[in-house]
Structure formats: structure tokens, C-alpha cells
């Protein structure tokens, strides 16, 4: 059984840090491409940070230079590391893997991040 489990999620301030983590199971993770996205109430899912099996990462316009995605395939955990964070970061943040060795989308429970005063 697949299982990605997000956590790290909570109230930050503007201009805070948090960090997002992404457990994953019964994948073979070190073939699996990783990725972030996020959903904010009444909008759509959308990319926020990818990193491949092999470690190439691509990143939304809107985190370029704030946030980093990082991947330990000993821990089998994907990581989002937010800085600089904005009210218009806060939304619902969601891991998802594509099993390369056998074509599939897995995605977990998601995880909040609000970033109020």
C-alpha cells in the first residue's frame, strides 16, 4: 500500500520559515519523481516545486529563490524548505510521487501552511 504523509505544516508570520516534509511507503522511492503542490481555498492545484529521481528540481515563478525542495532517498522523505514566506503562500500543500518504474501518481493527505499576522 502507497502512503505519502505530509507534515510541518502551521501558522507562520510573513516573512517566516517553515519547513514540509513528505514521508513516502510502499514505493520504490529512489525511482520515483517528487513533487510539491499546493491548493488555495477555491483555486486550483498547482506546481510549487518538482525534483526528479535523478535530483533536478524546477520551480514555480512565484517560490523561485525561497523555497527549495531536497529529496533523501535513505529516509525516503521529499522536503520543502519555505523562506520569505507570504500571505499568498498560505494554502494546503500536498506531496505527490510519479513512480517512473511502473507510470502512476500517488499523492498524500496534504498539509496546511497559513501565513497570517
Known amino acids: 500500500q502507497v502512503q505519502l504523509v505530509e507534515s510541518g505544516g502551521g501558522l507562520v508570520q510573513p516573512g517566516g520559515s517553515l519547513r514540509l516534509s513528505c514521508v513516502a511507503s510502499?514505493?520504490?522511492?529512489?525511482?520515483?519523481?517528487m513533487a510539491w503542490y499546493r491548493q488555495a481555498p477555491g483555486k486550483q492545484r498547482d506546481l510549487v516545486a518538482a525534483?526528479?529521481?535523478?535530483?533536478?528540481?524546477t520551480y514555480a515563478d512565484s517560490v523561485k529563490g525561497r523555497f527549495t525542495i531536497s529529496r533523501d532517498n535513505a529516509k525516503n522523505t521529499v522536503d520543502l524548505q519555505m523562506n520569505r514566506l507570504k500571505p499568498e503562500d498560505t494554502a494546503h500543500y500536498f506531496c505527490?510521487?510519479?513512480?517512473?518504474?511502473?507510470?502512476?501518481?500517488?499523492w498524500g493527505q496534504g498539509s496546511r501552511v497559513t501565513v497570517s499576522s
Open positions: 505527490r510521487a510519479y513512480t517512473t518504474y511502473a507510470p502512476a501518481y500517488y
Open positions: 510502499g514505493i520504490i522511492f529512489s525511482s520515483s519523481n
Open positions: 525534483i526528479t529521481k535523478g535530483g533536478i528540481t
